[in-house]
């Protein structure tokens, strides 16, 4: 089952939240949605989940359209929000029993189902406990089983992993990849290494406006305009004199020496060209060593940086 958004708006009086976006995402796919704070995410999940309408626009789930069939939409549908609404004075397995009840799974097949969530989401140990007695991990398991409950076609998790520590970061993306498998996902974090771990494909909104989509390698390639490589060279006697006929070279645009390292330099190519074969034959000219020839890549840090700041 797949989400379709088409030119999708939504207006706060004069400031539009989300400006004319429109996107797809595929049956079985995991989507990490990114975006600065007030981007339009959280909006934008809202909206796909029914709890706010359109301005202008349209999303479609499964060929539903929340506008004209809200309420088939949200069977379909389970949403973890950011801020993660649990009853503290319930025990786990009372919870899970409630929220079956609501999200309509039949009385006979409740049982099931919450033995299900509890085995699916590692609370097993946990279960009996209040939900005020848990820790932040375990919380969001009963997050994520709720919202799984009803066995929804679609995920929409809001910050899922938000406050957690770093073990219980890696408990919940594993168990994040393990649903990808069977749903489809739709993930936002601010927590870049989480997206290149459990995502599939990654979007960036800024200013209500999509900036980027497509996966984190595709999204280095389109960044990577000019070739950054880092190279080191022996048998060479005069750091000056292989500096300056570096940067004789036509297709290299800048090198940078990088300190404390002798005959180490960072190498900064012109855009849409490649220097490696004009410094591959500078060595052998001059008896050098080519020692190291790597290419850095792009930090998906580096890539959301440039495209959400002025």
């Known amino acids: 089952m797949g989400i379709v958004v088409e030119n999708l708006t939504k207006n706060y009086g004069f400031q539009k939240a989300i400006d004319d976006i429109s996107f797809q995402v595929n049956t079985g796919e995991i989507l990490g949605f990114l975006g600065p704070n007030g981007a339009g995410k959280t909006t934008t999940m809202k909206i796909i989940t029914c709890f706010m309408s359109p301005t202008n626009g349209d999303v479609k789930v499964n060929g539903l359209s929340v506008r004209t069939n809200s309420e088939e939409v949200k069977k379909t549908i389970g949403y973890l929000p950011e801020n993660n609404p649990l009853y503290y004075e319930m025990p786990v397995i009372e919870y899970l029993e409630f929220t079956a009840a609501l999200q309509g799974v039949s009385k006979n097949k409740i049982s099931d189902k919450v033995g299900e969530m509890i ?57 994040i990849r393990h649903i990808g498998t069977q749903k489809t996902v739709i993930l936002s974090t601010h927590i870049l290494p989480e997206v290149e771990a459990t995502c599939d494909r990654i979007l960036i909104i800024n200013k209500g406006k999509i900036v980027a989509d ?41 090198v940078d020496p990088i300190k404390d390292h002798d005959f180490t330099f960072h190498i900064q190519s012109k855009i849409g060209t490649s220097s490696r074969k004009d410094l591959f034959r500078l060595c052998v000219d001059n008896n050098w060593i080519l020692n190291e020839m790597t290419p850095i890549e792009t930090k998906l840090e580096d890539i959301f940086r440039e495209l959400t700041t002025n």
């Open 119 to 175: 085995l699916v989401c590692g609370l097993n140990e946990e279960k009996h406990k209040n939900i005020g007695q848990l820790s932040k991990g375990f919380r969001q398991r009963v997050g994520l089983a709720q919202a799984m409950i009803h066995d929804p076609e679609i995920l929409i998790l809001d910050e899922p992993t938000s406050g957690l520590d770093p073990n219980q970061i890696i408990e919940i993306r594993k168990l």
């Open 214 to 254: 497509g996966t984190s390698e595709t999204l280095r390639k389109q960044s990577s305009n000019n070739e950054l490589l880092r190279i080191s060279i022996t048998e060479a006697n005069n750091k000056d004199e292989v500096f300056s006929c570096l940067q004789r070279i036509e297709s290299i645009l800048l």
